[in-house]
């Protein structure tokens, strides 16, 4: 069975790659950003220094900060507007996955016309975005580098799936230089959704030997930096290895897809608005126990990656040794033990439910669950 396989077609990683983006920005042509972030960026002044490098080489910017932290239809259709208005000719997304999935909404209706609404799916638009340019600044969602864009419609009060390969950016970055002094929490939570991608394209049925390998040596890299990235922020090493674990799994599942995990973790964030990486981090294990029924030596896989020693083990020891090694990360790095910490109530889980099983990330789940499973998962999650 043929395989696409789908990446920026430059990507640059390591310490000092933010200058060499910006070369190879004015070397492609391109003369007025917007460029898409959030308020907390500009904030700490990291916009502004990424401006100040852009105008030292004669690149104009608009900066647009609207970006909330679970991006809206709204922030799309403000970001269009600021770009229109001063006639930018490429897009620079700075942050972690919400300013990227918001830069790529406005890139690809900006070439593509209509609204965001129009493109949830999978490969829905005609023609390819505007140029986007990725600089990253956690180590986790991998939008950087993917054609997957969550958007918050804010009507229907769900996260739209819109996987698209002319959301792919055309140059993505990866400086552990601006990942330093990040919080705790927002370290802990973007790994673990590293962690989750990682894992859900290891057992998705559209997994092939490239994204296996990506996968499993993502795995690697998470369970031997993230704590230490965690509990020692300034450690530019330990940022630079969770930098290429989160590059790889999203390597992986941007090609192998994900699964329930996210399908379910779309609906927490898009009808509480919570955080994506905490939804996954408690999903995880659960909807891993129900894929257990059928994909048990994967998993036991995972555990080995994890640091386990599954020698002797059958694989469905194997497998929820994974489970416990998961548990066991999560609540090394502080990650809530359950979603009613998060203010989840049993009485929306029918709905929770509901929406899921509409979500494009759960068509690669290693098997297909009903309403009432899904309804269970969310149950043993709370």
Do not use: W
Request: one cysteine or more; aromatic letters at 4%; glycine letters at 6%.
């Amino acid at each position: 069975m043929a395989a696409k396989f789908f990446i920026p077609s430059v990507n640059i990683l390591g310490q000092n790659s933010v200058e060499e983006a910006i070369n190879d920005i004015k070397a492609l042509g391109y003369n007025k950003a917007l460029v898409v972030t959030d308020k907390p960026l500009v904030d700490i002044g990291l916009v502004a220094k990424v401006v100040d490098k852009l105008q030292t080489n004669a690149i104009e910017s608009v900066v647009f900060d609207g970006v909330q932290p679970n991006p809206t239809t709204g922030n799309v259709e403000a970001g269009l507007t600021l770009l229109a208005q001063n006639q930018c000719d490429f897009v620079i997304s700075l942050g972690g996955g919400s300013p990227h999935d918001c830069a790529k909404g406005i890139a690809l209706v900006a070439t593509n016309g209509g609204k965001i609404q129009d493109y949830e799916g999978v490969d829905v638009s005609a023609k390819a975005q505007m140029p986007l340019v990725a600089i990253n600044t956690t180590a986790g969602t991998a939008s950087e580098m993917t054609r997957f864009c969550i958007i918050t419609d804010e009507a229907r009060h769900i996260k739209m799936a819109i996987v698209d390969k002319n959301t792919t950016p055309i140059l993505s970055v990866n400086d552990p230089e601006l990942m330093l002094e990040k919080p705790k929490s927002l370290t802990a939570a973007t790994g673990m959704d590293a962690l989750t991608h990682a894992v859900e394209a290891y057992v998705s049925i559209a997994a092939n030997p490239i994204t296996d390998a990506c996968a499993i040596k993502a795995i690697e890299l998470i369970q031997a930096n993230l704590i230490n990235a965690v509990q020692n922020g300034d450690d530019i090493d330990a940022r630079e290895q969770m930098a290429y674990a989160q590059f790889l799994a999203g390597m992986a599942f941007n090609n192998a897809s994900l699964g329930y995990v996210h399908a379910m973790a779309h609906q927490l964030g898009g009808f509480y608005d919570l955080p994506h990486g905490v939804c996954n981090a408690i999903l995880l294990p659960h909807v891993q126990a129900y894929n257990a029924k059928v994909v048990p030596q994967r998993l036991a896989d995972v555990a080995k990656a994890m640091d386990v020693d599954v020698s002797g083990l059958t694989a469905e020891q194997g497998a929820e040794a994974a489970l416990d090694a998961i548990r066991s990360l999560s609540k090394a790095i502080d990650i809530p033990a359950n979603l009613t910490e998060l203010g989840v109530k049993a009485e929306d889980i029918p709905t929770l439910a509901d929406n899921a099983l509409k979500d494009a990330c759960g068509l690669t789940n290693p098997q297909q669950a009903t309403h009432e499973e899904i309804c269970q998962i969310f149950t043993n999650a709370l």
